[in-house]
């Protein structure tokens, strides 16, 4: 353990992984204000400014150069004049929403923080929004996380999500519907809960794609303020429809590093082991429950020899099959010939599979890994950290990603095979 004292207005940058602990004096990290006895772990793939707010003295186990003094802050003086901005203009009633834009490893995160801790002092109840489910920060990646604020936070990994909803994979490029869905979702509840509500984004921007998405998230929410944080003009095309107005435009801090695909990785599956750690395996008969986003459980039993399950589905979309292996030829010739196009899917693929626990409004209660769909007793077996009763589940939403019993990465499963 090491003890370091900072002078008043000292600025000091301290990267993970790391452990403080402020034994006198007072400490700003991020905007959020930390004194004696309270402690900050910096993950590994992190790094934060701090702000000796008195004369303070810290413990802290970290390596030998974690710690540096810096000469001025890092964090732009252009943050806080935004956040009084937004204070001013903010229409007691109404909620404030903001979105922040730019391409990946810009700071997006960092200054959602920084800035939702400073609103929490200026208007009260501050959301933050997580859309960027392949580096999620609030609840596990493949979803879109909302934390409504009553206190500064430093990591939104360290806090329990107040909603979820699944987008179920680390892009939106295949589920461009689930994801404007879940955003008009989070934005009626924040309305409901916050005074201000900030919106993290992926760092998608460019090509089709990410033009597309950025425009209908833009259309949707109808921002009060829209923030660019970017090196040069890479974002312009997404705003041309705006009023200056309702722009704000801040360059990419030098301190900014580009993060590793195994450090995102790594990051990933650090929140994702999190959110598992205390799960259980529970059993849900096909009776209680509807499903969502698959065909499995949508058609009307059939009876087919050679399958674990059989069903015809709506119109034109066929009968889905699930077998134990391969669907041979010779294993339909006794079937009926009016079953249409044959879906067919092997047993087992399933395993991993992440999917939502969903109430009778269709509410997440939790996200759980689907250990197995049982077809001879019919009932879905889940590994979930839901503590609730299992009567509140009333659906299963199906996802894309597959995890392993920890909560690692474990493959991926496309949507509309199920």
Known sequence: MKTSTFQKNDFHLLVGPAELTVQTGQIEVIAAKIGPGQKVV???GKRVPILALDETTIEYEAKDDALTKMEASSVPAEWDQLADKIARERTAGKLYKIIVMGEVDTGKTFFSTYLANRLIDKLGRTAILDCDTGQSDIGPPGTFGMLVMQKPAIFLTEET?????LLGAHSPGLHFLPAMTGLNAMMRKAKAEADALIIDTTGWVQGDGGRAIKKAKL?????DLVVLMQRGTELEHLVKHLPPSRIARLPVSKKASPTSQMERKGLREMVSTRYFRDARVVTLPFRQVFTDRCFFLTGSPLTLEGTLHAEKLSGWEGTLVVTSGPLLPEMTKGWPTDLGMIRTFIAGEERGLMVALLDAAQNCLAIARLEEIDFLNNQFRLRTPFKG?????????????????????AGFLEPGSL
């Open 219 to 223: 259309d949707l929410v109808n921002p």
């Open 42 to 44: 910096v993950p590994l």
């Open 389 to 409: 009763s299992l009567d509140q589940i009333a659906g299963i939403q199906f996802g894309s990603l597959k995890l392993n019993e920890k909560g690692e990465e």
């Open 161 to 165: 999500p107040t909603h979820l909803y």
